[in-house]
């Protein structure tokens, strides 16, 4: 029986299958995509996931960082992992890799992987959390009502300051209109050339 024996081994020492899945995880999450036999890919993911979840907790976790650290072999690719995965991924609920067998070695005949970083947009099939599907769903609900939203109506008080507004508009125009009719007035009326009357002969 296997239990409690977790894990391949791999053909190799603790430190150097240590030190061989830490290197192999840094260039994963530096390129989104390596080739390795299966055995490696699929030990490889587990931990890659694990890192994963680790940059959703945010960049101000200073605690998951340093977990991350103790990982992943270069500060660089941590920044990566905090700042473009973690939001990247924020929406799936795991699976973020995938593994796709390719051809055979052609030295030894060993199986070999391509495992890649998903980069689909999450989808419902891959919700397999009640809880993130509902979210999801009122997130949709949201954004159609808020599409479907008529333009704001107006509270009373904009709707007295409008007619106040108004009511000052036609009290100018009012004054600017007598101010004109006294001009009018005070102008003298032009003399009119009186036509002389023709005599009849």
Same mark, same amino acid.
């Given at each position: ?10 053909n ?5 299958r240590k030190? !061989?899945?830490?290197?192999?995880v840094t ?7 390596i080739?390795?036999t299966?055995a490696k890919? #699929?030990?490889?993911r587990?931990? @890659?996931?694990?890192m994963i @979840? ?7 976790? !200073?605690?998951? %960082?340093?977990q991350? !650290? %103790?990982?992943i ?7 990566k ?6 939001? /990247?991924y924020?929406?799936r609920?795991?699976?973020?890799? /995938? ?6 070695? %052609?030295g ?21 959390? +009640? ?13 159609s009502?808020?599409k =479907? ?5 107006? @509270?009373p008080?904009? =709707?007295?300051? @409008?007619?106040?507004?108004a =009511? ?7 004054e &600017?209109?007598?101010? +004109? ?6 102008e003298? &009326? ?7 009357e #023709? #005599?009849?002969?």
């Amino acid at each position: 029986m296997r239990h409690r024996h977790k894990g391949r081994k791999l053909n190799r020492t603790s430190s150097h299958r240590k030190a !061989l899945l830490r290197n192999m995880v840094t260039a994963l999450l530096e390129l989104e995509q390596i080739e390795t036999t299966d055995a490696k890919a #699929k030990e490889l993911r587990s931990i @890659t996931e694990r890192m994963i @979840t680790l940059g959703k907790r945010g960049e101000d976790d !200073l605690s998951a %960082r340093r977990q991350a !650290l %103790r990982v992943i072999r270069s500060k660089k690719i941590v920044a990566k992992l905090f700042n473009e995965l973690g939001p /990247r991924y924020a929406d799936r609920p795991g699976g973020y890799t /995938r593994i796709v067998k390719v051809e055979n070695r %052609r030295g030894d005949g060993a199986h070999l992987s391509v495992i890649a970083m998903v980069k689909e947009p999450v989808t419902f099939k891959d919700m397999k959390h +009640k809880r993130a599907r509902l979210d999801e769903e009122t997130r949709l609900a949201e954004e159609s009502e808020r599409k =479907v939203e008529k333009e704001p109506v107006e @509270t009373p008080e904009e =709707v007295e300051a @409008t007619g106040e507004e108004a =009511v000052e508009v036609e009290e100018a125009a009012a004054e &600017e209109a007598a101010d +004109k009719g006294e001009v009018a007035a005070e102008e003298p &009326e032009a003399p009119v050339d009186e036509e002389p009357e #023709k #005599k009849e002969d």
